[in-house]
């Protein structure tokens, strides 16, 4: 149980920038304990994809319980956020640093640079889940009611999925 | 107390609808902390989402540890960890004990297939939002479409390096400028 903690622990360390940058981490620790075959690996990732939250926290979740039940995964999850807990509280002081310094100017040309990283991960997005006219159709539905309408986005996204599951399973 | 239930249940409610990773969250995050609870601007939500995106971890949970510390201090931290983590904690604890075959499930696969396009829509929109907002000399837009090319063309270039460079370029600029104005 204590590895399973520190194992994720390591991961949640060690995987920058978050989301898929941590899989191949994850996965060579994983299949170094042989917790999981490559096979089940690759099922949870998929099902990590499928579902809501960060994907580290799905997959610790997953394989915690795969290991001790709800006790495990609970200590998995706590591994995995740990070393966000000790950093970004660290990264909160000098955030408040920066600001009130005299180079806190730079943060304006940083919120640009986010700004187009942003765009850049549309861009990348674009290929993937757009692949059909339905697609389209249902993006720029999307685009539409979020720009000119008080409409949440909470709703749109539980929209979409409803019509997906209508246009997808009945009509198309 | 009441900020700190603010804080657990909007991020409760971002940790449950970032369906396809990491940026997915930006949507209902905007909309919640920037435009209905008003707890920051345009800039500093894009200085967040920086900071949170050069440490390691889930950016999700890095950007509620830091809101809720900046909001209110270490019970913040918690209330913000807590409400980003549990959504994903209960759905995959429920899926591992009870929905195994979730993943061969038709509806389900057809909800998420429609959700996809809808988030990169909702994405561009948040991008749209920001460029609107903070892009306002030529200085800033040179700086956006430079990140940009850079985060496009060159592959596996960390987005750390972009974001450090940014910082350092614009303080040389304004260090540049502030002569001229004087003069």
């Known amino acids: 149980m204590w590895t399973l903690f520190l194992t994720f622990f390591k991961i949640g360390l060690f995987t920058f920038g978050g989301g898929y940058a941590m899989i191949p981490l994850m996965q060579e620790e994983i299949i170094a304990h042989s917790w999981l075959t490559q096979a089940e690996f690759l099922n949870i990732v998929a099902i990590a994809e499928m579902t809501p939250g960060p994907i580290s926290i799905n997959a610790a979740t997953f394989i915690g319980y795969q290991l001790n039940g709800v006790v495990g995964s609970a200590l998995a999850t706590f591994g995995v956020v740990a070393p966000s807990l000790i950093i970004m509280v660290i990264f909160s002081h000098l955030l408040a640093?920066?600001?009130a310094s005299k180079y806190a100017i730079a943060l304006k040309g940083v919120a640009i640079t986010v700004t187009a990283l942003i765009a850049a991960a549309v861009v990348r997005l674009i290929g993937p889940a757009i692949t059909s006219y339905a697609d389209i159709a249902i993006a720029l539905a999307a685009f539409v009611l979020v720009a000119k309408?008080?409409?949440?986005p909470i709703l749109i996204i539980l929209g979409s999925g409803l019509v997906g599951v209508v246009l997808y399973g009945y009509i198309l | 107390m009441q900020v700190i239930w603010q804080i657990f249940s909007s991020f409760f409610k971002i940790g449950a609808f970032t369906i396809g990773g990491g940026y997915a969250m930006l949507p209902v995050m905007q909309r919640d902390i920037v435009d209905r609870l008003g707890w920051m601007d345009e800039q500093e939500f894009m200085e967040t989402i920086a900071v949170t995106q050069s440490a390691p971890g889930a950016i999700a949970v890095n950007?509620?540890?830091?809101?809720?510390?900046?909001?209110?201090g270490m019970p913040g931290v918690i209330a913000g960890c807590l409400g980003a983590v549990l959504p994903s904690f209960l759905i995959i604890l429920a899926i591992a004990i009870f929905f195994r075959n979730i993943l061969n499930w038709p509806p389900a696969i057809n909800f998420f297939a429609g959700v996809r396009p809808a988030v990169v829509a909702l994405i561009a929109h948040v991008a749209w939002k920001m460029a609107r907002k903070l892009i306002n000399h030529s200085f800033s837009l040179l700086l956006f479409l430079i990140s940009l090319a850079l985060i496009i063309f060159v592959p596996g270039l960390h987005p750390i390096w972009v974001i450090l460079g940014s910082g350092i370029i614009t303080i040389i600029w304004a260090t540049q400028k502030q002569p001229e104005r004087e003069a």
């Open chain 1, 149 to 152: 309408t008080k409409i949440s």
């Open chain 2, 63 to 72: 950007t509620a540890i830091l809101i809720g510390k900046q909001m209110a």
């Open chain 1, 97 to 99: 640093k920066l600001k």
